[in-house]
C-alpha cells in the first residue's frame, strides 16, 4: 500500500470516526441513564422552541436565584478564594516581569545598541526570559487560577485538597524563578518553548501534578449529573499538559530530526491544548452568566470540543514545512490545521448567538467586554493559523515578523485578553471588594486593545514585506531587514501600550487590596478571613 | 455545615451559565463538509514520495538548481570542479603514474571527437599521455552528463592550462554519442582511440 493511500484512509476513517464518536455523545449511547440531557435545560425550557429574539425573559434577574444556588456558590468561593488569590498575585507579578521582557526585546530590535553591558539583558536572553514568564508564568497562573475557581462552582461543591494546589503552585514559581535564572545566566536547552533546564523541569511536573490533583479529588466529589462544557475544557487542559511536557522535556528521548518534530508537536499543543482550553472555558462560563443566558447549543459545544482535542494535536508539523520531514506527516498536519476551522467556527457559531440581542451588556460589563474581544481574536488568530499553515503562504510567512503578529494576536489578543476578563469578575468574588475605580478597567481594556491592535498590524505588514524581499533573489538579505525597521518601532509603540495597561491593571489591583472602605462587606475582609469563616 | 457568608458580589450574580440543545447551524455542517473535501483533495494532490531528506515538498528539480538547454548556459569549469578534478586534479596536471594530466595532453587538445568519444565512454587499460605510461580505469560518463555538459567541459580543459584547442559543440558531442551508440565497455586503451576516425 503507498504511503499516500494509508494517509488518506487514515484522514477519512478518524474523520468518520470523529463524527460517529460526537454523534454518540450527542445520542448519549456511552450514558448509563438520561438524566444527563436533562440537566442542561432550565426548568420549564424543555419543549418551548428557542427565541434567540425573545424579550427578557429568559433572563432571571438575581432576585430569582434560588438560595441553595447561591449557597452552594458561596461555599464553592470560600474554599477556593486563598488559593485563587495566590494564583491571581503570582500571575499579575509575572505579567509584569514579562511585559518588562518583552519591551526591551523588542526595542532591541531597531535600538541594537541600547542595554548591551549586561549578557543577560541581550536580545538572545531577554526575549527568551520574556517567553518563559508568559509560558510558564502569566498564562498559566492566571488560567490555572481561574480553572480552580471556576470547576467548584461548576460542580457545585467545595474544592478537595485546596493544600495540594498552593504547594503545587509555590514549587512551580519556584521553578521559575530559577528558570528564568538560568536563562538570563546563558544556561539553556536550546528547544524553543523548551529553553528551561530539565533539571528544574523536573519541579515543574511535580508541582503542575500537585495543582492537577484537588481538581481530580473535586471532580470525584462532584454534586452535578451533567458536566459543563467549561469543566471538559479546563479537566482536559489539566491532562493534556502534564502528557505533553513530561514527553517533551524528558532528556536524551529524542535526537535529530525527532527533536525537531517532538519540539513543534509541544510548542504548537501548548499553546492549543493547555492555554487555548483554559482561555475557552473561561469565555463558556464567564461570557454566558454576565449577560444571564443559557448557551445555545450543546451540539456546537460538542463540536468545538471534540474537534479541538482531536484535530489539535496533529497540527504542529505546520512548523516543519520545508524541513527534511517526512512529506506525509508535513501533509496531515497541514490538512489538520484547516480541519480546525470547524472548532472554532462551532465556538465561534455558539458565543455569537448566546450573544445575539445581549450586547448592551457590553457597556456596563468589563469582564465581557474582554471576553467578547477576546473571544473574536481567537477566531481571528485560529482562521490566520490554519491558513497559514498552507504551503504557499508559509512560503512567506514562516522566518518572518508575521509568525511573532500570529502569536500574539492568539497568546494576548484573546489568551491574555480573556484572563484579564476572568480576573476583572473573579477578584471582587474572592476578596469581597468591589473595583475602586472603574475608569482604571477601561483604561486598561483601551490601552491593551490598541497597543495589541498597532502590535499586530505593523508586524502583519512588516512581516509579509520582509518574507516577500527575502524570497526575492534580486534583493540582498539585509534590505529585507531593513525595510522591517519602521514596523518594528510600531511594534515598541504597540507594546508599550500594553506594559502601560498592565501596570495600570497592577496598580489598580493593589489599590482594591488597601482601599479603606472599599469593602462592601460587612465584616472586614481579606481573603484568607474569607475562607477561615467558609469552611 | 456552616454556610458561608454571602458576599454582595456573590448575591448580584446571574446563575451559573447552562446550554441550550438548539441544533447545530446548518452552515456549520455544510463548512464540515467543505473542509473535509478539502482535505481528501489536498491529500490526494500532496508528494509524499519524494526522500524526506530533500525536505517537504522539494523536487529534485529545485534541488539541482537552473539547467539552461544550450550549450553556452553550461558551466563547463564547475563540471570540471565536481566531475573530473577528483583525479585529474584542478590543476588538470594529474596525479604522476596513477591519473594522466590534462595540461598539454595530446588526446585532449587532439580530434575532439576522440576526446568526447573518451569521456562518453571512459577507458580501461593502458595509455600513453606526454610519453607516459599509465594504466588505470576512467569511468564513462554517458548516462550522466548529457552532450551540451560534456561540450561544456571539453571546451574547459581545451582552454585551460596552456591548452589552447577549438571548444567542442553539443553537436559534435551528439555525432560521436550515435558513432559509439552500441559501445558498452569503456575503450581498451590508447591502441583502441589512436585507430578512432
Known amino acids: 500500500m503507498s504511503p499516500l493511500a494509508i494517509l488518506m484512509s487514515a484522514f477519512i476513517l478518524s474523520i468518520v470516526g470523529l463524527g460517529f464518536f460526537i454523534w454518540s455523545q450527542r445520542a448519549h449511547l456511552t450514558d448509563p441513564s438520561t438524566e444527563g440531557s436533562e440537566v442542561i435545560f432550565a426548568a420549564g425550557e424543555i419543549g418551548t422552541p428557542e427565541e434567540p429574539a425573545g424579550p427578557s425573559s429568559t433572563t432571571r434577574s438575581a432576585a430569582d436565584v434560588d438560595d441553595a444556588e447561591l449557597l452552594a456558590r458561596a461555599r464553592a468561593d470560600a474554599s477556593t478564594a486563598p488559593l ?31 542595554l548591551t553591558a549586561e549578557a543577560w539583558l541581550s536580545f538572545g536572553r531577554i526575549r527568551t526570559v520574556h517567553l518563559n514568564a508568559v509560558a510558564y508564568g502569566w498564562a498559566p497562573m492566571a488560567g490555572l487560577g481561574t480553572a480552580l475557581f471556576v470547576i467548584p462552582r461548576l460542580l457545585k461543591t467545595e474544592l478537595v485538597g485546596g493544600r495540594y494546589a498552593l504547594l503545587g503552585a509555590a514549587l512551580w514559581n519556584a521553578a521559575l524563578v530559577a528558570g528564568l535564572g538560568s536563562l538570563a545566566y546563558g544556561v539553556s536547552d536550546g528547544l524553543e518553548w523548551l529553553e528551561i533546564p530539565w533539571q528544574i523541569d523536573l519541579l515543574f511536573v511535580a508541582g503542575g501534578a500537585l495543582i492537577g490533583l484537588p481538581l481530580i479529588l473535586t471532580l470525584r466529589r462532584r454534586q452535578v449529573a451533567h458536566l459543563y462544557v467549561s469543566v471538559w475544557y479546563m479537566g482536559c487542559a489539566l491532562f493534556w499538559f502534564p502528557v505533553l511536557f513530561l514527553v517533551a522535556n524528558f532528556p536524551d528521548l529524542h535526537h535529530g530530526v525527532e527533536q525537531a518534530t517532538m519540539n513543534w508537536w509541544f510548542g504548537h499543543n501548548v499553546l492549543g491544548l493547555f492555554y487555548t482550553p483554559l482561555a475557552l472555558a473561561s469565555i463558556y462560563y464567564f461570557l454566558p452568566k454576565v449577560i444571564g443566558r443559557p448557551i445555545q447549543s450543546y451540539n456546537l459545544s460538542l463540536l468545538g470540543f471534540w474537534g479541538l482535542a482531536f484535530f489539535y494535536g496533529q497540527v504542529g508539523g505546520h512548523h516543519l514545512i520545508g524541513g527534511p520531514v517526512p512529506g506525509w506527516m508535513v501533509t496531515l498536519s497541514i490538512v489538520q ?103 482604571m478597567i477601561s483604561a486598561h481594556f483601551w490601552l491593551a486593545s490598541i497597543g495589541i491592535a498597532i502590535y499586530f498590524v505593523s508586524l502583519t505588514i512588516g512581516g509579509w514585506l520582509q518574507g516577500r524581499a527575502m524570497l526575492d533573489e534580486s534583493r540582498g538579505f539585509m534590505e529585507s531587514v531593513l525595510l522591517t525597521l519602521p514596523y518594528l518601532k510600531a511594534r515598541s509603540v504597540g507594546g508599550a501600550m500594553m506594559a502601560l495597561g498592565h501596570v495600570i491593571f497592577a496598580a489598580h489591583f493593589i489599590r482594591l487590596l488597601t482601599a479603606r472602605g472599599a469593602s462592601r462587606r460587612a465584616q472586614p475582609a481579606s481573603p484568607f478571613a474569607t475562607a477561615a469563616e467558609g469552611i | 455545615m456552616n454556610s458561608p457568608d454571602l458576599l454582595p458580589q456573590q448575591r448580584r450574580e446571574n446563575p451559573d451559565p447552562q446550554e441550550r440543545s438548539t441544533p447545530m447551524p446548518r452552515l456549520v455542517l455544510i463548512l464540515a463538509l467543505v473542509l473535509v473535501t478539502f482535505g481528501v483533495d489536498y491529500i490526494s494532490h500532496a508528494d509524499v514520495n519524494s526522500p524526506s531528506a530533500w525536505g517537504d515538498a522539494r523536487t529534485r528539480a529545485e534541488l539541482v538548481g537552473d539547467r539552461p538547454a544550450t550549450g553556452q548556459g553550461v558551466d563547463g569549469g564547475a563540471i570540471y570542479a565536481a566531475m573530473c578534478a577528483g583525479c585529474h586534479q584542478a590543476t588538470g596536471q594529474g596525479l604522476p603514474g596513477v591519473f594522466p594530466p590534462l595540461a598539454g595532453s595530446e588526446w585532449v587538445v587532439g580530434k575532439a571527437g576522440t576526446a568526447a568519444a573518451i569521456v562518453l565512454h571512459g577507458i580501461s587499460g593502458p595509455i600513453q599521455v606526454k610519453g607516459q605510461d599509465f594504466n588505470g580505469t576512467m569511468p564513462a560518463f554517458a548516462g550522466s552528463l548529457d552532450d551540451a555538459e560534456i561540450a561544456a567541459v571539453l571546451s574547459h580543459v581545451r582552454r585551460q592550462w596552456g ?28 591502441d583502441e582511440l589512436a585507430k578512432l576516425p
Open chain 1, 337 to 439: 490545521s484547516m480541519m480546525m476551522i470547524l472548532p472554532v467556527a462551532a465556538f465561534t457559531a455558539n458565543q455569537h448567538l448566546t450573544l445575539k440581542g445581549n450586547l448592551g451588556a457590553l457597556r456596563h460589563s468589563p469582564t465581557l467586554r474582554f471576553m467578547c474581544l477576546g473571544g473574536l481574536m481567537y477566531t481571528a488568530s485560529s482562521v490566520q493559523g490554519s491558513f497559514e499553515a498552507l504551503r504557499s503562504m508559509n512560503a512567506i510567512t514562516h522566518f518572518t515578523h508575521y509568525t511573532v503578529a500570529h502569536a500574539h494576536l492568539g497568546l494576548y489578543g484573546f489568551v491574555s485578553l480573556v484572563f484579564f476578563g476572568a480576573m476583572y469578575f473573579v477578584i471582587p468574588r474572592i476578596t469581597g471588594r468591589d473595583w475602586p475605580w472603574p475608569r
Open chain 1, 84 to 114: 485563587v488569590f495566590f494564583f491571581y498575585c503570582c500571575a499579575l507579578v509575572w505579567l509584569l516581569v514579562a511585559s518588562a521582557a518583552g519591551l526591551t526585546a523588542s526595542i532591541k530590535l531597531h535600538a541594537p545598541d541600547w
Open chain 2, 163 to 190: 591548452n589552447a584547442a577549438a571548444p567542442v559543440t553539443p553537436e559534435a558531442v551528439a555525432d560521436t554519442r550515435a558513432h559509439h551508440a552500441d559501445r558498452t565497455t569503456p575503450f581498451s586503451g590508447g
